[in-house]
């Protein structure tokens, strides 16, 4: 209740704090989704990375 209270009151260091506060949560959130997301893609892509050691071989090789 007494976030509820701060968050209704007119103070308007308390409404500055409250937007660096939900600025600073995505922001943090939004890198370890980010960092979540590339481990999950190095863990599965023994696939993914074959299919891009032929790529860049086939690219190296002129046809």
């Avoid at 308007?12 to 943090?28: A, E, L, Y």
């Avoid at 939004?30 to 863990?43: D, E, G, H, T």
Wanted: charged share 20%; with cysteine; net charge positive.
């Amino acid at each position: 209740m007494q976030l509820m209270n701060m968050l209704k009151s007119k103070n308007p260091k308390f409404i500055v704090m409250n937007i660096i506060g939900i600025v600073t949560g995505m922001v943090v959130m939004f890198s370890a989704a980010c960092m979540i997301r590339r481990y999950l893609m190095n863990r599965n892509s023994l696939r993914s990375r074959a299919r891009k050691a032929f790529r860049t071989m086939g690219d190296k090789i002129p046809l």
